[in-house]
Structure formats: structure tokens, C-alpha cells
């Protein structure tokens, strides 16, 4: 059976600082990796992912997560965060074999001014 | 449609009641599920449809809980007699499994008083 653990519940930052949200997982076969942002009052927004290939991986608002198969992690980065980048942010795998995601219990991102 | 579309976006409910959620998916995905998301939790796995076929349905918690998609279109997820703890937000996705690029609702509110 594979699982999530996103350690931190809720990230503080301020705004223009770096942050980093803890991904890691388990699983006894090959995977693929999500994130997904979830802002307040929406729907979940895939954020990035990772299927093949290089194992760093990119969104288009600067967020961009490593896939570390020794680690067995896939932590989310981004080097200057925006107030806007304030959401809840959820890790998800599967195995590459099967169709269903399964989540971690998320990490809320604030970002203070 | 554009995106995934689910409805209601709020549904409360007397315990006791039935209920029906509807989920309405991407044009020409073939896979759609079902998670349930309780409050401060990721999504927790449901059900699983490929086409009109279900899947998999070992995350539904008990026999109150039921999925068809009857033309591998729209689905309807049900709670018979419903009970205080049934209280979560319901997201349903869909996804082009080549890509593997799931797609969230906005998911219904289900409040069971």
C-alpha cells in the first residue's frame, strides 16, 4: 500500500523569502508524483508533476519539486513567495500501475507580509 | 464542459435522508473518481470508474455509500440514510490517463444535521 507524509501542517513565511514544503512517501513499486494548491473557497489545482524523465520539475509560478527516489521524497520549493502563494498545499502519489491518487494531509502556506 | 463539475456546491441533509451528488466530467476522460475530504485531511479515496465499469470501490467506508456512471459520462455518488459523520466535502475528478493529469470539481459541501 502506498501513503503520504507531509510533516508540517503550517508553514509561516514572509513574503520575498524562500520556502520549503516536506513531501515524502511510500510505496513498493514505481510512482508518479503530484502537488496540488487548493487557494480558499476552490476547487484542488494541479500544481506539478512528476511521470518520467528529469526529476526536477516545474510549474509555471516558479514552484519546482525534486523527485528523490532514495529518499523516497518529493519536496515542493520556491526561492521568494508571494502573498498570493498563501494556500493549502497537498502531495499525492500513485502507483504507476494504478489510477487512484492517494494524499497527504496537506501543508497550509502562509505568507505574512 | 471546460472542467469538472459537481453538484450541488452545498447540500444539507437530515440525518436519515438519502442523498445524491452529481458529477459531471471533462469531455473524453475516461477515468473519473470520487474522494472524500474531511476538514483539515486530504482527499480520501472512493471509488474508481473506467468508463462505465467501477473499478475499484474498496475506499467506499460501507454499503450506505454507492457510484454509477451508467454511459461513462456523468456519475452520481449516494449516501443511504445518512449520518452525522457522512459530513465532508466530496470531490470527484477526472482524468486522460496518457497524460495522467487529474482534474478536480469544486466538490459539494455535504452537512448532515
Known amino acids: 500500500a502506498q501513503s503520504v507524509t507531509q510533516l508540517d501542517s503550517q508553514v509561516p513565511v514572509f513574503e520575498e523569502a524562500p520556502v520549503e514544503l516536506r513531501c515524502n512517501y511510500s510505496?513498493?513499486?514505481?510512482?508518479?508524483l503530484f502537488w496540488y494548491v487548493q487557494y480558499p473557497n476552490q476547487g484542488l489545482q494541479l500544481l506539478l508533476k512528476?511521470?518520467?524523465?528529469?526529476?526536477l520539475v516545474e510549474s509555471i509560478n516558479g514552484f519546482e519539486a525534486e523527485f528523490n527516489k532514495s529518499q523516497t521524497s518529493f519536496h515542493l520549493r520556491k526561492p521568494s513567495v508571494h502573498i498570493s502563494d498563501t494556500a493549502e498545499y497537498f502531495c499525492?502519489?500513485?502507483?504507476?500501475?494504478?489510477?487512484?491518487?492517494?494524499f497527504g494531509s496537506g501543508t497550509r502556506l502562509q505568507v505574512q507580509p | 464542459g471546460a472542467g469538472v463539475s459537481q453538484s450541488p456546491r452545498y447540500k444539507v441533509t437530515k440525518r436519515g435522508q438519502d442523498v445524491a451528488l452529481r458529477c459531471d466530467p471533462i469531455s473524453g476522460h475516461v477515468s473519473l473518481y470520487w474522494y472524500r475530504q474531511a476538514l483539515g485531511q486530504g482527499p480520501e479515496f472512493l471509488t474508481y470508474f473506467n468508463y462505465e465499469a467501477q473499478q475499484d470501490k474498496s475506499g467506499l467506508p460501507n454499503d450506505r455509500f454507492s457510484a454509477e456512471r451508467p454511459e461513462g459520462s456523468i456519475s452520481t455518488l449516494t449516501i443511504q440514510r445518512t449520518e452525522q459523520r457522512d459530513s465532508a466535502m466530496y470531490r470527484c475528478?477526472?482524468?486522460?490517463?496518457?497524460?495522467?493529469?487529474?482534474?478536480f470539481g469544486q466538490g459539494t459541501r455535504l452537512t448532515v444535521v
Open positions: 475528478a477526472s482524468s486522460d490517463d496518457v497524460e495522467r493529469s487529474y482534474f
Open positions: 510505496s513498493s513499486v514505481s510512482v508518479y
Open positions: 512528476y511521470l518520467s524523465g528529469s526529476t
Open positions: 499525492a502519489v500513485v502507483d504507476t500501475g494504478r489510477r487512484a491518487l492517494t
